[in-house]
T-cell receptor
Framework: QKEVEQDPGPLSVPEGAIVSLNCTYSNSAFQYFMWYRQYSRKGPELLMYTYSSGNKEDGRFTAQVDKSSKYISLFIRDSQPSDSATYLCAMSDDKIIFGKGTRLHILP | ETGVTQSPTHLIKTRGQQVTLRCSSQSGHNTVSWYQQALGQGPQFIFQYYREEENGRGNFPPRFSGLQFPNYSSELNVNALELDDSALYLC?????????????FGPGTRLTVT
């Protein structure tokens, strides 16, 4: 079992829809949980990070961590075509482990 | 833009050659990490440098080595290149080794080994 599992997609949704992106993990030592957005031919861009369990909101983005289920989510409200990118989850104990990324397409 | 720069943008090398990639960290950041990202994969941690010392290493062989300089710029060196080394190489900087959850990535160097 890989330490971090993420559905690679692609995921296609219409503009304005709520997007749900998820990752599961196996290492209970992870304490920080991050979401990055990566546009084609660019480096990853940090969207938000969460410490331990709970929710965090930043504009249209909400991150959720459920440590009991070893499951994290990123929700995007009112999705826009500019949100089309690959979304990477990442987690850390003493080093950072990334998921494979989910390719998201927002259809105008 | 994150303020992290990398050079060169693209590079083509032949199997068996050596390559040096460069990274300039964001101002005020003293910790840099290097990652390898193969096509369709997430970034894989190579190593981290904090104040010019290696501060953690992923599952990469010794032919991957690095340096960090007093101005916190850094280099990734790869010897005896193999075809599987073809990837996007990313560096990321943070304020300190305890804040790796808040990394800022450069645009990457795309290395092709033929």
């Amino acid at each position: 079992q890989k330490e971090v599992e993420q559905d690679p997609g692609p995921l296609s949704v219409p503009e304005g829809a709520i997007v749900s992106l998820n990752c599961t993990y196996s290492n209970s030592a992870f304490q920080y949980f991050m979401w990055y957005r990566q546009y084609s031919r660019k480096g990853p861009e940090l969207l938000m990070y969460t410490y331990s369990s709970g929710n965090k909101e930043d504009g249209r983005f909400t991150a959720q961590v459920d440590k009991s289920s070893k499951y994290i989510s990123l929700f995007i409200r009112d999705s826009q075509p500019s949100d089309s990118a690959t979304y990477l989850c990442a987690m850390s104990d003493d080093k950072i482990i990334f998921g494979k990324g989910t390719r998201l397409h927002i259809l105008p | 833009e994150t303020g992290v720069t990398q050079s060169p943008t693209h590079l083509i090398k032949t199997r068996g050659q050596q390559v040096t990639l460069r990274c300039s960290s964001q101002s005020g950041h003293n910790t840099v990490s290097w990652y390898q990202q193969a096509l369709g994969q997430g970034p894989q941690f190579i190593f981290q440098y904090y104040r010019e010392e290696e501060n953690g290493r992923g599952n990469f062989p010794p032919r991957f080595s690095g340096l960090q300089f007093p101005n916190y710029s850094s280099e990734l060196n790869v010897n005896a290149l193999e075809l599987d080394d073809s990837a996007l190489y990313l560096c990321a900087s943070t304020r300190g080794r305890e804040t790796s959850y808040e990394q800022y990535f450069g645009p990457g160097t795309r290395l092709t080994v033929t």
